[in-house]
T-cell receptor, first 111, second 113 residues
Framework: KNEVEQSPQNLTAQEGEFITINCSYS?????LHWLQQHPGGGIVSLFM???GKKKHGRLIATINIQEKHSSLHITASHPRDSAVYIC?????????????FGKGTHLIIQP | NAGVTQTPKFQVLKTGQSMTLQCAQD?????MYWYRQDPGMGLRLIYY???????DKGEVPNGYNVSRLNKREFSLRLESAAPSQTSVYFC????????????FGPGTRLTVL
């Protein structure tokens, strides 16, 4: 079973700061997912990536398959970015048998 | 296009009571999943259905049963609820395989007294 570690668990920053959240996993995978969850809210998929880098607006996700490591970056952070960010990978490396998740990074952006 | 829907949104049960959580998706997805989310634990897979007509256990299946009623619907049943099943339950779906985006329902907050 794949194991996922995220860091930091909690992060408080000022508006405008550059944010980095890290994720490492134990077993080779076909793709890694970054998810966002607002307080009391549902879960939204931000990225799914299997190599290199993806960018959506101010969010950038990178993955290094050899090192089994991914990072999520937020540029010019804003209070509306405050949420829990969750990294997830396939339970057994690939296939349709579901995801295993990190415990999440609770991000607070202060104005 | 409603995506993934779940009912109910909230439920309070007494120990020993039974209930069924309903999930439906209108995206013609093959695979569907039930997860539970507990503080400090992250999300964990309870059961999944890789395709219509199949179901398999996930990481934490004890105390639960599932039914893949058709391609759209995947229900989760608690036969005799226990306080340890107090959690937020999320249903999710993907098109096929593990390389596609997961779409999550809004969640069901269940409290077992």
């Amino acid at each position: 079973k794949n194991e996922v570690e995220q860091s930091p668990q909690n992060l408080t920053a000022q508006e405008g700061e550059f944010i980095t959240i890290n994720c490492s996993y134990s077993v080779g995978i076909s793709a890694l997912h970054w998810l966002q969850q607002h307080p009391g809210g549902g879960i939204v998929s931000l990225f799914m990536l299997s190599s290199g880098k993806k960018k959506h607006g101010r969010l950038i996700a990178t993955i290094n398959i050899q090192e089994k490591h991914s990072s999520l970056h937020i540029t010019a952070s804003h209070p509306r970015d405050s949420a829990v960010y969750i990294c997830a990978v396939p339970l057994s490396g690939g296939g349709a048998d579901g995801l295993t998740f990190g415990k999440g990074t609770h991000l607070i952006i202060q104005p | 296009n409603a995506g993934v829907t779940q009912t109910p949104k909230f439920q309070v049960l007494k120990t020993g009571q039974s209930m069924t959580l309903q999930c439906a998706q209108d995206m013609n997805h093959n695979s569907m999943y039930w997860y539970r989310q507990d503080p400090g634990m992250g999300l964990r897979l309870i059961y999944y259905s890789a395709s219509e007509g199949t179901t398999d256990k996930g990481e934490v299946p004890n105390g639960y049963n599932v039914s893949r009623l058709n391609k759209r619907e995947f229900s989760l049943r608690l036969e005799s609820a226990a306080p340890s099943q107090t959690s937020v339950y999320f249903c999710a779906s993907i098109t096929s395989g593990g390389n596609n985006e997961q779409f999550f329902g809004p969640g069901t907050r269940l409290t077992v007294l």
